[in-house]
């Protein structure tokens, strides 16, 4: 059947009495139908069946002819029926239509109870680049569906200048509900917080719980004693285990004994308890440490919240925090041992006294073979431990892990050479061990190779003499020019460090 006779065909059946026909054949008439089809389709839209209202929107939009859908299809997208709602609005959207009519008629659909209809009518204010109504479009900011206040969210941000738009995301901000309230406060940039100062503040007490994490994310650059007294106000009236964690991360502070009750009040918590644990470090007294001791000796007590208080146990630097923590390395809880290993992480960098040197340099070095997949966080806890520097060495010249060699070759550098034990830092067979490293045929461990040579040259050690390379060649160099085309972005940018370190008028050539 050619299409002048499909036409005629499809014409004969809009005007019959079968609804499914008239059906069909406003949706054939779409497809195969000729400019002046499209009159005939604004003219079907009257229906009183809405599936062929519906079918007549989808041919209007297929035959992409917009004055004669600029007058029905802001219509159709006020119909009692969903389906026509939505197949108008995407009818409008594909035609382009614009003008007071049809920001009216999208406007409309932003209060729509299908989610579908709200997303066409936000894809058809974008594209007009317009807010429509801009209380309901702010207030999409609370919606359900992550299609819709995500576009709502992103016209919202397009339009952050318009006046109207802007005063409505601050009234919203001081006194929204719930979710839209939470996303206006997440758009308005810092520089806004002061004028909502009073509305945060009483926000602490809002009946949402993502509002109060919200309102105190937003009060986390404030720094004044009425938003600190405010702070712990709401904090000795919190319920919500998240919303305790943040207030007691936003209130800690070295020495503030006034923390101690409400973090004790949390500890147990399996939310708020990791939280509480370093709140209680930061206080760091006596009752605070005592409180931290008796949480790690707790087995009933979660693991992230023994975990905490291993690694604040180590912050504070008790006389007894290393015999406290090197039993945990055992601990039947793998969080626990990690924690216990920052515990010690953190003894080390304050400068272990020097009966506790051995026995801790001895567990962290076995733990780096015994357990190769936590090699990185132990070989953090090592950085400054010049007293492990012979197990180390043995370990990069012995060890199969390429995680353990990784972990191992940035270790055989100091951060600087004003800490303890530098002098046994830089020989010249642990610079030979890094330029071999450069050669592993695991990516990590040449990337932690190229790292540790940039920090060796960083700190002044110079390079040995290339006994290998031929007359007038740098082996090193060449080595290293081949690795800045490897396929390892991260580690063609830290050859590229070590090149230019190398380059450079005080560099070693």
Known sequence: MGSEHQIAFFLRELAGRNTQRRVA?????????????????AETAGDPMPQVREAAAIGLGRLGVPEAGEKV?????????????????????????????????????????????????LVGLTALGVPG???????????????????????????????????EVIRTARHGDGAARVEALTLLPGRCTERLLDSLLAGLHDPSTDVRIAVARRLSDVE???VRDALATALDAEQSPAVAARLLHMLEQPGDQQLIRPAQRWLRDPVAGPAA???????????????????IADTATPGPTRAAAAKAIGECRRWDAVWLLLPLLDDPDTEVQAGAVDGLGAAVY???RLWERRPVTRALVARLTAEPSTA??????????????????????????????????????????????????GTEEDVRRLVRGLDDPQ??????????????LKVGFALPPDRDAAPGRDALHDRLVVLASDSSPRLRQAVAAVLQALAGPDGPN
């Open 25 to 41: 054949a406003a949706k054939g008439l779409g497809k195969v139908g000729r400019r002046e089809h499209a009159w005939v389709l």
């Open 73 to 121: 299809l802001p219509l159709l997208m006020g119909d009692m029926d969903p389906w026509v709602r939505r197949r108008a609005s995407l009818a409008a959207i594909h035609l382009e239509l614009h003008g007071d009519g049809i920001v009216r008629a999208f406007a409309k659909l932003l209060n729509d109870p299908e989610y579908h209809v709200r997303i066409n009518a």
């Open 133 to 167: 109504d801009v209380p309901a479009l702010v207030s999409l900011l609370g919606d359900p569906d992550g299609a819709v206040w995500g576009r709502a969210r992103s016209l919202i941000y397009v339009l952050r200048d318009d006046p109207a738009v802007k005063a």
């Open 224 to 226: 004044t004693p009425q």
């Open 277 to 295: 644990a370093h709140a209680l470090g930061e206080v760091d007294t006596g009752t605070a440490v005592e409180h931290l001791r008796g949480v």
């Open 350 to 352: 304050s400068g272990l």
């Open 376 to 425: 990185w966080r132990t070989g953090y806890a090592l950085i400054g431990l010049p007293d492990a520097l012979p197990d180390l060495r043995r370990l990069a010249d012995s060890t199969e892990d390429d995680e353990v060699r990784a972990a191992v070759l940035p270790l055989l550098v100091p951060e600087d050479l004003d800490g303890p034990g530098h002098g046994n830092y």
């Open 443 to 456: 990516e990590p461990v040449r990337y932690s190779a190229a790292l540790a040579l940039q920090q060796w």
